[in-house]
T-cell receptor
Framework: KAGVTQTPRYLIKTRGQQVTLSCSPI?????VSWYQQTPGQGLQFLFE???????NKGNFPGRFSGRQFSNSRSEMNVSTLELGDSALYLC???????????FGPGTRLLVL | EDKVVQSPLSLVVHEGDTVTLNCSYE??????LLWYKQEKKAPTFLFML????IEKKSGRLSSILDKKELFSILNITATQTGDSAVYLC??????????FGQGTRLTINP
């Protein structure tokens, strides 16, 4: 089975721009979660989608949003980028609630 | 506030040594505890622990959960340089939210 894939792998943007990241879960997985990883804050939960519905949300501003499509693929959008948004954004998928999450390789975002 | 605390934050040992990594947690709606290994890229899954006192084992790695004292340990025996990584502990809270610890950076010197 193919693993979780994320695109793009690297991205450079400037402050004020917006960005969309994509995640394709493992085939058959319906839950997709997004995380932000920075050296200072570690791994932090952004949100989780299951069957196209956002079920959980972390403590991030409204500039961070996401969605999930009927094929379970998910996108994350960050608007009005700030320097502090520079991070590794990881997506993880799982079969269902409370199942083990498997991570994708991440998208490294640099905001200049 | 929900929190997961790992110790030590950093550990340097020699190849062949045995190490024990600790993870304590205080979260509402605890479901399960996970251990991940992160090298240069995304975390890779090691163990999922849901019940107290049942050791999970995979080769030289083993882990156990104590739900009464709210902690877990990850043991690595006969360490190898390939074990060098950041080891992350995470707790599944509620429906599907993971709360991560800061990680333990393990360095194995030859």
């Amino acid at each position: 089975k193919a693993g979780v894939t994320q695109t793009p792998r690297y991205l450079i943007k400037t402050r004020g721009q917006q960005v969309t990241l994509s995640c394709s879960p493992i085939s058959g997985h319906r839950s997709v979660s997004w995380y932000q990883q920075t050296p200072g804050q570690g791994l932090q939960f952004l949100f989780e989608y299951f069957s196209e519905t956002q079920r959980n949300k972390g403590n991030f501003p409204g500039r961070f949003s996401g969605r999930q499509f009927s094929n379970s693929r998910s996108e994350m959008n960050v608007s009005t980028l700030e320097l502090g948004d520079s991070a590794l954004y990881l997506c993880a998928s799982s079969l269902d609630t409370r199942e083990t999450q498997y991570f994708g390789p991440g998208t490294r975002l640099l905001v200049l | 506030e929900d929190k997961v605390v790992q110790s030590p934050l950093s550990l340097v040992v020699h190849e062949g040594d045995t190490v024990t990594l600790n993870c304590s947690y205080e979260v509402t709606n605890f479901r399960s505890l996970l251990w991940y290994k992160q090298e240069k890229k995304a975390p890779t899954f090691l163990f999922m622990l849901t019940s107290s006192g049942i050791e999970k084992k995979s080769g030289r790695l083993s882990s156990i959960l104590d739900k009464k004292e709210l902690f877990s340990i990850l043991n690595i025996t006969a360490t190898q340089t390939g074990d060098s990584a950041v080891y992350l502990c995470a707790v599944i809270q509620g429906a599907q939210k993971l709360v991560f610890g800061q990680g333990t950076r393990l360095t194995i010197n030859p």
